[in-house]
């Protein structure tokens, strides 16, 4: 895009746009870049240029368009955060190095580092949402231009786009750059498995090409005849939501009803309603399809009716009902906010309020305390896109305040919604006037009122109950707090002990020697870290009496004594004592990720069972046995676990290798497999594979869906 491009696509919405700042910025990256290339070989600064294009497509103000040009300068040229505000001002200033990468942080592990970086963004984007629309931007142009990239750093830039940025984007509400972006990197991450349902999409377009276009004329027709003027159109599902719809699903691609879609657009929220009314009255609509997010709008703010019809010939027919003004919101999200208004070009933040929209950065302010309250960045990553993720459901407060979470949520993620101080107190919660299990899955609707105690030490078993990153942060706190003082007295013990062994008190000893040597801080942090096991009481006394060095030992009895006391901290949940047998059920092979329950059984111990396990049934009205459980941090890292899976194939020449052949580049191994029920058409097979987690068993059950020999594929439960 050529400057005076730039320059006419921004002044063509907003005529009051300081065309001078602009040339300025445009020459100043130009000249700040130099002979800079990028990886495709062409010059650096066509990269900030495309990025302020793409933003000009969303109408944004001349501030935006500005930070766009000057994003990376600050990161990769020789210019400061001084020199933007003298040239350009302090509002650019600010929002430019909220952009920048910090990259320099000294931090150990490439990981570790991400994480910071992605912290430090989050605190950048709560205060000012223009941040994260150039950082969107900049994302997508980069993901546009990937196939430059080594293969490796390829790889690592997708997930992060698909698990971070992505969720990002439709937090806010922009699900066009969302879209595309999470298209990109599925290309990328997962080629074969794009390419096959890419295929299956183009195939069915073949088939009922004709039948959508007409379909949408009829829709048209009816609505017409009401009195309803509406524009209609089909369109298509992603290859990359039909993926997650595969994975979510336990049904093959052909059974899913809803790959086309029509929106119907009107010209007013009344007439949302009345051609719904129209809708229903001609065509039958399929039970618990219906949604109507114009009265209860989703947190980016999306607006619309969704239901689901037997429609003409008996086509299923998903349909969304909205205005202009929602569409273009559903699309743009928060940058449909962007105008002219009282003789200026900017948010307009009253008239979104009057169209009942929200803060757009009332999600991200919730991920801000997680932050503020977490320790380490893992920990905060990992509830951050979980929360981004999931769908929303909706319950009240006794007095009949909204409250939004993730779908999924339970009633200890309620209550820290509502305060922290009501979640660290809750001791049981009535749902709809009657007392309901905290394992209690939320359903739209629901009015929860929270039982509350005295100030209580939280069971690490817990966080089980729980799926929001702020509920969750608040448990790990107290778990931590107690586990920290827990691992304290184990480490001091061993201390005390190996020191006996070479006739020294704890008493006697000065530490100051051996925390100078192994470079930890204080007395409290050397005990928890001998405690947790990461340093050798021996260590600690070689390094205060070095002439012992060599000949100080630890007596098999203790060293047995203390794996049992740090796996009596590690494996929480149930009110279990040491000693207790625990087991896993193998009804339902749970694996790490799966939500787990302990079932007691008289002289067997507890039963381990995923929480959808079909044996959960015969126990359902027997809270005494029922047990909350979770994994341990150890068994989600590097574990390998069986699961079976039952699939339903053609019988048709080579099906069987392709399955093997997906399983294979899935990274699964087969260790089993039984032939059921073959018939002359399909049969049935019995799958024992080997997977790191649940993670990995879905991708696996996914790719298997997309397959056309497969019809349908799920785990084996409960039997």
């Known amino acids: 895009m050529r400057q005076f491009e730039l320059i006419e696509a921004v002044k063509a919405y907003d005529p009051t746009a300081d065309e001078a700042l602009l040339n300025r910025a445009y020459v100043y990256a130009m000249k700040m870049h130099g002979s800079q290339l990028r990886a495709s070989g062409d010059p650096y600064f066509a990269h900030p240029i495309q990025v302020a294009g793409i933003l000009t497509g969303y109408r944004l103000d001349t501030a935006t368009i500005v ?23 302090a509002e650019i200033a600010e929002l430019v190095e909220g952009v920048t990468k910090l990259s320099r942080l000294e931090l150990q592990a490439e990981h570790t580092r991400q994480a910071e970086n992605l912290r430090k963004f989050i605190l950048a984007i709560s205060r000012d949402v223009r941040v994260l629309l150039v950082k969107l931007a900049d994302r ?58 890419a295929r299956r999409l183009e ?6 090409g004709g039948a959508v ?52 657009i009107v010209e007013a929220e009344d007439d949302c ?83 009942g929209g929200r803060d757009p950065l009332q999600n991200l302010r919730h991920l801000v305390q997680v932050i503020e309250h977490g320790e380490g960045g893992e920990d905060w990553v990992e509830h951050a896109k979980l929360e981004m993720y999931l769908d929303q459901v909706f319950v009240f407060t006794p007095k009949g305040r909204l409250i939004s979470l993730p779908r999924g949520a339970m009633p200890l993620d309620f209550a820290y919604a509502v305060h922290t101080e009501v979640g660290d107190s809750a001791v049981g919660v ?36 729980t799926v929001t990153g702020r509920a969750r942060s ?85 060293r047995r004594r203390m794996v049992d006391e740090a796996a009596r901290l ?48 015969d126990v359902a009205d027997d809270d005494a046995v029922w047990q909350d459980l979770q994994w341990t941090a150890e068994a989600e890292q590097g574990a390998l676990a069986r699961t079976r899976l039952r699939a339903t194939m053609r019988n048709a020449p080579g099906v069987l290798g392709q399955v093997a052949t997906v399983i294979g580049e899935a990274g699964g191994n087969i260790l089993n497999l039984a032939l059921q029920h073959r018939q002359q058409d399909f049969f049935d097979i019995d799958l024992d594979i080997e997977v790191s987690d649940l993670k990995h068993a879905t991708a696996i059950i996914a790719a298997l869906r997309a397959n056309p020999s497969i019809d349908t594929v799920e785990r084996a439960k409960g039997e």
């Open 140 to 197: 997508l142009h980069n993901m546009r231009t990937l196939q430059y990239v080594k293969p490796e750093k390829r790889e690592r830039i997708s997930r992060e786009t698909l698990e971070v940025y992505a969720p990002l984007g439709r937090s806010i509400g922009i699900h066009s750059i969302a879209s595309e972006l999470e298209e990109l990197a599925f290309e990328h991450l997962n080629p074969t498995a794009r390419d096959a349902i």
């Open 430 to 465: 009535k749902i709809n006037g009657e007392l309901k299990p905290m394992r209690t899955r939320l359903q739209n609707g629901d009015v929860l009122e929270i039982i509350r105690g005295a100030k209580r030490d939280v069971p690490s078993d817990w966080r089980s109950l």
């Open 570 to 617: 590690f494996v929480r949940g149930g009110g279990l004592t040491p000693g207790v047998s625990i087991h896993f059920g193998a009804c339902c092979s749970p694996l790490p990720g799966d939500r787990i329950v302990g079932i007691l059984e008289p002289g067997a111990g507890l039963t381990v069972h995923t929480i959808d396990c079909q044996r959960l049934a």
């Open 203 to 208: 195939a069915l377009k073949l088939e009922h």
């Open 67 to 89: 930070t766009a040009l000057l994003h990376d300068v600050v990161e990769d040229t020789s210019a400061t955060k001084s020199d933007i505000a003298e040239m350009f001002g």
């Open 273 to 355: 309603y009345r051609a719904l009314g129209v809708v229903h009255r001609i065509w039958p609509m399929v039970p618990e399809r219906f949604k109507d997010f114009i009265s209860t709008p989703k947190s980016n703010n999306y607006r619309s009716l969704h239901t689901t019809v037997a429609g003409p010939g008996g086509l299923r027919i998903e349909m969304q009902i909205r205005t202009e003004s929602m569409d273009r919101v559903a699309e743009d999200g928060v940058a449909a906010h962007w105008r002219y208004k009282n003789q200026s070009y900017g948010f307009d933040r009253e008239q979104m309020a009057l169209d």
């Open 474 to 558: 608040a448990i790990r706190r107290h778990i931590r707090t107690s586990e920290r003082s827990e691992f304290q007295k184990v480490g001091k013990v061993a201390l005390e002990q190996t020191l006996g062994r070479v006739g020294k008190s704890l008493a006697d000893v000065a530490l100051k020697p051996a925390l100078e040597t192994l470079a930890i801080a204080g007395e409290d942090e050397l005990f928890e870290a001998m405690g947790r096991g990461q340093v050798a009481p021996v260590r600690v006394v070689e390094s205060l009496f070095p002439q012992l060095k060599g000949s100080v030992t630890s007596a098999a009895p203790e």
């Open 213 to 264: 276009d007409g379909v949408a004329r009829e829709i048209e027709r009816v609505l017409a005849e009401a009195g309803i003027p509406a524009r209609v159109f089909g369109r298509e599902k992603t290859p990359y939501s039909i993926w997650r719809k595969l994975q979510r699903k336990a049904v093959g691609f052909s059974s899913l009803a809803d790959i086309f879609g029509f929106r119907v």
